[in-house]
């Protein structure tokens, strides 16, 4: 990764914070919560950066349709987060996984 690519990185970020700003503020709360939730899990496809900018297209339609964010997403917010993320593998599966390697390893 050269220079270029990390000014367009950040350059691209700062774009999708100014999105998520303009957000109504129930939107951003939502969005913030599910932003960090994301980061501590860890998709690891999460870095490709389709999952936080279809989230914040998905809740842009949701404002431009006049809807609440619960009405859009429903009244649990972590189950709608779990449900974006149930077929993603996560930095903690691998985790999971290289422990139980290195469990089977030790057995032997």
């Known amino acids: 990764m050269g ?5 367009e990185g950040k350059r691209q970020w700062r774009a999708h914070v100014a999105r998520v700003k303009a957000l109504p503020p129930d939107y951003q709360i939502v969005y913030n919560e599910m932003q960090r939730y994301f980061f501590k899990v860890g998709p690891i496809d999460l870095i490709d950066g389709s ?5 914040l297209d998905f809740f842009e339609e949701g404002v431009t349709s006049g809807k609440g964010v ?3 997403i429903g009244d649990d917010v972590a189950a709608f987060a779990d449900d974006l993320i149930k077929d993603s593998r996560t ?3 691998v985790y999971q996984e290289s422990i139980a390697k290195k469990s089977g390893e030790a057995g032997k």
């Open 51 to 55: 999952l936080l900018s279809g989230l």
């Open 3 to 7: 220079i270029r690519d990390i000014i």
């Open 91 to 93: 930095y903690a599966d």
């Open 70 to 72: 619960l009405e859009l």
